[in-house]
């Protein structure tokens, strides 16, 4: 039992009206909502602070909420959401990124699942394994590692866990029998957790790396990983994405 709430901004420094963008004839924002409409949530909720987009998802018969423009975060948004719509404090909704129009629905399956399998977890999200040392080391992909019992240590734009004798010899190779993991940005989260981390100021770490999630650890908040149990499809965040996801649909 859970919710889908798609946050959707206009404004985007590498791609203008992002949501807007056409694919396979429709609106970018219409596949994410139909791929979460085929997950198992109880509704799905595109959240905006643009009417242009909040026209669109009407017309293709989306349920949207508008929310104030001035949010510092893709969190503080989702508050916003949640409060207007009245969920308890129990209840537990998914972030699905409205530039992910080939999401998987299994995956939000899972990490909902995941969420409300682990009452001590305030958050759950989801990893996958990297298998090429550049991903390693590029800064844009972000990094975790966890406990025994699969609960977030730390988040890091850097290599962790840094493997200091191997990489002394090696500096540009995986570890053999090491294992990295790369964070990928869908999670589920409590409504009460929201409710305070909105309250929180951003934590030294969270401005260091310039990862929201650190604000929930440094406040004590446990967050639930798990392996992906499928491979996550291609998001947009440029233009040479936006082609590439253009060409995969036009061809299924």
């Known amino acids: 039992m859970f919710h889908v709430i798609i946050p959707a901004r206009y404004a985007s420094t590498r791609l203008p009206g992002k949501?807007?963008?056409?694919?396979?004839g429709k609106p970018m924002i219409q596949h994410v909502w139909e791929q979460a409409r085929k997950s198992q949530a109880l509704s799905v909720t595109v959240a905006t602070d643009d009417p242009r987009i909040a026209q669109a998802c009407s017309a293709f018969g989306a349920q949207v909420v508008m929310t104030r423009s001035d949010h510092p975060s893709g969190t503080d948004r989702l508050q916003e959401v949640v409060a207007q719509m009245g969920l308890d404090s129990d209840?537990?909704?998914?972030?699905?990124?409205?530039?992910?129009?080939?999401?998987?629905?299994s995956l939000i399956d899972q990490v909902a699942a995941n969420l409300l399998a682990h009452p001590e977890a305030?958050?759950?999200?989801?990893?996958?394994?990297l298998s090429d040392i550049e991903s390693v080391f590029n800064p844009n992909v972000v990094k975790l590692v966890t406990d025994h019992q699969g609960f977030a240590l730390y988040f890091s734009r850097a290599p962790i866990p840094w493997c200091r004798d191997a990489f002394n010899?090696?500096?540009?190779?995986i570890p053999e029998g090491m294992v990295f993991r790369r964070h990928?940005?869908?999670?589920a989260y409590k409504v009460g957790f929201l409710h305070d981390y909105v309250k929180w100021a951003p934590s030294p770490l969270e401005l260091a790396e310039s990862l929201e999630q650190l604000r929930a650890l440094w406040f004590g908040c446990r967050i639930q990983v798990a392996d992906a149990c499928e491979v996550p499809a291609p998001g947009i965040d440029t233009q040479d994405d936006l082609d590439r996801v253009r060409a995969m649909l036009a061809a299924s």
């Open 91 to 105: 209840a537990c909704v998914v972030n699905v990124q409205g530039d992910e129009p080939m999401i998987p629905p």
């Open 122 to 129: 305030s958050i759950a999200t989801l990893a996958e394994p």
């Open 19 to 24: 949501p807007l963008l056409e694919i396979a």
């Open 184 to 187: 990928i940005g869908l999670y």
């Open 169 to 173: 010899e090696q500096p540009r190779a």
